[in-house]
Every structure is written in structure tokens, then in C-alpha cells.
């Protein structure tokens, strides 16, 4: 039912008299009851609108004008001169619907780049041997999935600091720009398998990888070394197009991390260069982006030892690497 709030119709000027002598004051008096009559009739129909059946009786507010008795009681407390606000559910779905921002752009000399980090082994790799003693194929032939690792003679494991130093390698690396990919965080049982981290880098068209190791030969064998690939053709591993350009990476690397951490090259493999290759890992057989290992020192060693358990130590090893992976780059 529509609310009609448009004033009577006037009344019809052949009712009344012209010539009857109390025409003046019974004109006035209409005229003034009839301008009235709109106002209370208006302000009567939003008062009984507002006052509603409640158990408390009619309400006594003073009656509204009808634009302000269309807004929620939020926007009627508005200050003077201020927007009114939209609804809670209004403004819910006006939040809802607005798009994420975009995030920043990377910046630095390694924006755009994308740079692949292979924390070596699994620390619960010791308590899963059995699923990592899997065969894979390499490509030059089988071999087991994964391996424990090492550890120091006082227990640390060689997993522990591939994660450590890859965790620090890659807020080196995010500082100048490169989106970095870990192939696990101890985020899982055991492994990966050999097979899956060659896979990770490749999916990601890495422009570099690197697997942070430290070796476990005997005392009195020092410093670090860095493995590159072989140049092989089987199965699934064709390298021929990594074998240069990995070279290149490792050499950058040897250089920046000597400098950065002390250390020197291996000094019972590699004929003092920190440079070997090889052709029986998995992981650097079925790459085909760029890669190569670092033996970042002889957890067996001593003196390697007390550093590999040096956080100062790990932080060096990790810029060390970080810095050869810029250069190898053109950052």
C-alpha cells in the first residue's frame, strides 16, 4: 500500500458565498488550516512508521524528514559535512571484491633470474632407509635414490648444514633480485630422490643450480671442492649443453667462495683447483640447466669441523657461494 503524503485537493470555490460578510475570516482561517494540514499529516505518517507495536508503546521521537529517515542509523551520526558510510554489509563486499595489489617488482642485479638451491640429503633420511635405497635411473646407469649424508664425530649431520646454508644462501640470493627455489625444506620424511631434485630445476628453467654438500673422507683431508658435469649420453641424461656454462658457474663459485670463507681448495682431489668432474651423480647427469655441487668442506676433518659448525662460518659459505652465482650471472 503506497503512502500518499501530496496535500488534499482545495476546496471548490462555488461552495462558498462571496457576498456573505464572514467570507474574510472564514478565507483565512481555511487557508490557514489548509496549509497545515500537509505537515501534520506527513510528520503523523512517519511517526506512526518509526514508532512500530513494540511492548513499550509508541515512540515519542520527534518525527523525521524523510531524507534522513532513509539512512541506517550509522549515517545519521555522521558529522556535518561528511559522506555517509555504506552499510557493514556493503562495505564487506566492496572489500571483498577489491583486487590483491600487485606485488613489487624485483630489484637488484639478479632480477628475473631464477636460481635453484638443492640442500643436500634429508636429516630424516637415517630413519627411511629403506625407501631411500631405491634404485633410480641416472642415465649412465642405477643408483640409490638417496643417501644419508655424514655427520661430524660429535653427531652433526651434513643435512643439518646443507639446510642451514642453503636457507642462508638463499636470503643472499632474494637480496639481489633472484626468485630462489629450495628443493625441500625438511618439509618431508626423507629425500627427495636424486631424479626429483634434477626435475625441480629443470621445471623451473633454473639459470643456475647449485646442491650444498660437505664430504665425510678422512681426517687430514681438507678444504672444499666443486663437482661438475661430466659430459654424458644415456637414457635420460644428455649434458652436453650444461657442461660448459656449468663450468663456468663452478669456477665463479671456487673463486668467491675462497675468498669469502679462507678456506682453500681441496687439497686430495682436484690437483688444488676445487674443481673435479664426474659423471656418476644423478642429479648432475639428468640436469639440463646449468649445476653443479659444492663440498663446502671434511665434516670428519677437525678443523674443518669447527667450521662447518660455525654459524659465522655457514654465513660466509653461503655468500661465498651467492657471490659466484652473481657473477656467473652478470649481476
Do not use: E, V
Given at each position: 500500500m503506497r503512502n500518499d503524503n501530496s496535500p488534499p485537493s482545495p476546496e471548490s470555490g462555488s461552495s462558498i458565498d462571496p457576498d456573505r460578510p464572514w467570507f474574510t475570516r472564514r478565507s483565512t482561517l481555511v487557508v490557514g488550516v489548509a496549509a497545515l494540514a500537509p505537515a501534520a499529516l506527513a510528520g503523523w505518517v512517519l511517526t506512526?512508521?518509526?514508532?512500530?507495536?513494540?511492548?513499550?508503546?509508541?515512540?515519542r521521537s520527534v518525527p523525521l524528514s524523510s531524507s534522513h529517515s532513509a539512512l541506517s542509523p550509522?549515517?545519521?551520526?555522521?558529522?556535518p559535512g561528511s559522506t555517509p558510510s555504506a552499510s557493514p554489509s556493503a562495505s564487506q563486499s566492496t572489500t571483498a571484491a577489491a583486487p590483491a595489489p600487485a606485488p613489487a617488482p624485483a630489484k637488484g642485479p639478479l632480477a628475473g633470474r631464477t636460481v635453484v638451491v638443492d640442500p643436500g640429503h634429508n636429516a630424516g633420511n637415517f630413519e627411511h632407509t629403506d625407501e631411500i635405497d631405491q634404485q633410480v635411473d641416472i642415465g649412465t646407469g642405477r643408483k640409490e635414490c638417496d643417501t644419508t649424508g655424514t655427520t661430524t664425530n660429535a653427531g652433526y649431520k651434513e643435512a643439518d648444514f646443507t639446510l642451514d646454508v642453503s636457507r642462508r644462501l638463499r636470503t643472499a640470493l632474494e637480496a639481489q633480485g633472484a626468485k630462489v627455489v629450495l628443493t625441500h625444506q625438511a618439509d618431508r620424511p626423507w629425500g627427495p630422490c636424486i631424479t626429483e631434485r634434477a626435475r625441480i630445476g629443470n621445471e623451473a628453467k633454473a639459470d643456475a643450480v647449485v646442491s650444498v654438500h660437505a664430504d665425510g673422507v678422512s681426517a687430514g683431508n681438507r678444504g672444499f671442492h666443486i663437482i661438475l658435469p661430466a659430459k654424458v649420453k644415456g637414457g635420460a641424461a644428455d649434458t652436453a649443453k650444461i657442461v660448459g656454462p656449468s663450468r663456468e658457474l663452478g669456477e665463479r663459485i671456487a673463486g668467491n667462495f675462497a675468498r669469502t670463507t679462507g678456506?682453500?681448495?681441496a687439497n686430495y682431489l682436484g690437483s688444488g683447483t676445487g674443481l673435479v668432474v664426474r659423471d656418476d651423480l644423478g642429479g648432475l647427469n639428468l640436469s639440463t640447466q646449468p649445476k653443479v655441487f659444492i663440498e663446502c668442506g671434511n665434516m670428519r676433518d677437525a678443523k674443518d669441523a669447527a667450521q662447518l659448525t660455525s654459524p659465522e662460518w655457514r654465513q660466509k659459505a653461503a655468500q661465498g657461494i651467492a657471490d659466484g652465482i652473481v657473477g656467473f650471472l652478470g649481476g
Open positions: 506512526q512508521a518509526f514508532a512500530g507495536t513494540g511492548s513499550d508503546g509508541p515512540s550509522g549515517q545519521r551520526d555522521a558529522k678456506s682453500a681448495p
